[in-house]
């Protein structure tokens, strides 16, 4: 395993802290996300550009994108976990379980697209056919995350102060 083998290797976990605070890597540096970009372009880098970095969330999307700021601060040797934290646990790899259990940003995601989706329906049939429109949005959204792999209510959740 490259951690193993590689003296500087830094494990950068990029999920929520509200997510890492469930469960996490054991060893793994939490920066979430939506702090990736500042950090990675910061005047002194916070974290040594000769170090190896590999990155990982909870199945490799969120890792991907903060991986491509780090090669794009320059940053010469960054790693995907393949599979994230999900495969992390699976393969039987040390982790640290928190004392609480967060929601994943995935599953909030699910849970306000349906949430739209419901009351978009049930506005549309009770107030006004217009309100459908709520629900063709969500759904053209979800096609949209599916295709592109960027999902634009899970970075708006991820902010949320619960996930803080």
């Not at 599979?83 to 992390?88: F, L, S, V």
């Not at 039987?92 to 379980?97: C, I, N």
């Not at 929601?103 to 419901?118: D, F, M, P, W």
Request: proline fraction near 5%.
């Amino acid at each position: 395993m490259l951690l193993a083998s590689t003296p500087n290797a830094i494990l950068l976990d990029v999920r929520t802290p509200a997510e890492f605070g469930g469960i996490h890597a054991s060893g793994a540096l939490n920066i979430p996300l939506d702090s990736i970009q500042s950090i990675a372009l910061a005047g002194p880098a916070p974290l040594p550009k000769e170090a190896t970095l590999c990155i990982l969330c909870e199945k490799g999307g969120r890792a991907t994108v903060a991986a491509g700021h780090f090669l794009s601060a320059g940053y010469p040797s960054v790693h995907v976990v393949e599979g994230g934290t999900q495969a992390w646990v699976a393969a039987g790899l040390p982790v640290v379980k928190g004392s609480k259990s967060a929601i994943s940003i995935e599953r909030q995601v699910r849970i306000g697209a349906g949430a739209l989706v419901l009351t978009g329906v049930i506005l549309g049939f009770l107030v006004n056919h217009a309100f459908f429109g709520l629900s063709a949005f969500v759904g053209a959204g979800l096609v949209f995350a599916g295709i592109t792999d960027w999902c634009g209510m899970g970075l708006l959740l991820a902010r949320a102060p619960w996930n803080r």
